[in-house]
Structure formats: C-alpha cells, structure tokens
C-alpha cells in the first residue's frame, strides 16, 4: 500500500529539516517525476545520480533521506505506471494558503522540466502534444506569479494542477521505457 501524499510530504519535510537539507519535499517530487517521465531505465538505480545532480550539487543524500527517496520513488512509479493508483503531485494540503501551494507547485515545475531536459536528450523530437505542455508550462511558470486570495485563484490553480499532472502523466506515456515481461517462466506446455 502506498503512502498518502500528505504524510510523503510531512515525513521527507521533517527528515531534510533534521539533516540540514534545504530541499523542499515539491522539488524532489518534481525532480522524481521528470526523471522517471523523461525516461531513464527503470529497473536499475539510474534515476539516483541524477537526482543527486539536479538536487544536491552531486552531493550523496544521507542514508535517511535517501531511503525515503527511494520509497517516494518508488510510489510514484507505480502511481505513473498504473493510472488506478491515482497519481498526484507531491504539494501541500489544501488547508495550506493558496500562496504556499503555488510556492510548491512552482519548484514542482521547475524541477520536472529541468529533470525531463536532462533525462531525455530527444525532448526537441518529441510529439507536439508534448511540446506543448512544455511550452505552456515554461511560460506559466516562469516567473512567480501573484496569487489572490479569492474562489477564482483557488480555481485557476486547481486548473493549473490538473494541466500538470496531465503533462506529467503524458510525458511518461511518451518517453517511458518499455518494461520487458520474461514469458519464459509461463511455460504453457500441454502433456
């Protein structure tokens, strides 16, 4: 079973804080996600030395910060994988104020594209759909923006929520590798 976002957030927030790590847990996620989505195999580790690149200056996390990436990684492959398993992005709760949400939701972004640059060198060939998420997120997100405190910015933010995810979700349909399913163990051999 995998773990709610909201205690993710609070467990990895908490582990950084005590090892000194000025990371917030939406950069990580965002970083996670733009691996895993630009394509980097799966079976292997190949996602840890670009995550320490991206996000700790080449710098190996310690080992407690490091096994509580490897499980939000985990989770979230498996949330990419499996659409019933409702991906999300890792952001604050709801109750938080709607300008700490879009605080996160912007290094969320940040970090997804600069991961999804550095993790699939053919970006520039890629279908136009997903040229166009990337656009649209560059641009949205490319300098902070000023957020209200009103219904129609709560709106325009779970607007923004659902774009992303739907740009995540797609990038990893489009760049994903392949899982290899060994059908030599099915051995369906009739006597």
Not at 3 to 22: C, D, R, V, Y
Not at 75 to 96: A, K, M, Q, S, V
Not at 115 to 130: C, F, G, M, T, V
Request: charged residues 20%; hydrophobic residues 40%.
């Amino acid at each position: 079973m995998s773990t709610p976002p909201s205690l993710q957030i609070e467990k990895l927030m908490a582990i950084l804080m005590a090892e000194g790590i000025g990371l917030h847990p939406s950069e990580l996620h965002g970083t996670i996600v733009g691996i895993i989505s630009g394509g980097v195999e799966q079976t292997t580790e190949a996602w840890q030395p670009l995550l320490i690149e991206l996000s700790n200056n080449n710098e190996p996390f310690p080992p407690s910060v490091q096994s509580q990436l490897n499980e939000l990684y985990q989770d979230t492959l498996n949330r990419l994988d499996d659409f019933d398993f409702g991906f999300t992005l890792l952001l604050p709760e709801e109750e938080e104020p709607l300008n700490v949400r879009v605080d996160a939701l912007f290094l969320w972004v940040n970090n997804f594209l600069s991961a999804l640059a550095i993790a699939q060198p053919k970006l520039n060939d890629s279908s136009e759909r997903i040229q166009q998420y990337i656009e649209v997120m560059s641009n949205i997100f490319s300098d902070g923006a000023e957020v209200g405190d009103d219904e129609d910015s709560e709106s325009a933010f779970f607007e923004l929520l659902d774009f992303v995810r739907e740009a995540a979700m797609n990038c990893y349909s489009e760049f994903a590798p392949e899982v290899m399913v060994d059908d030599s163990t099915n051995c369906n051999t009739l006597h």
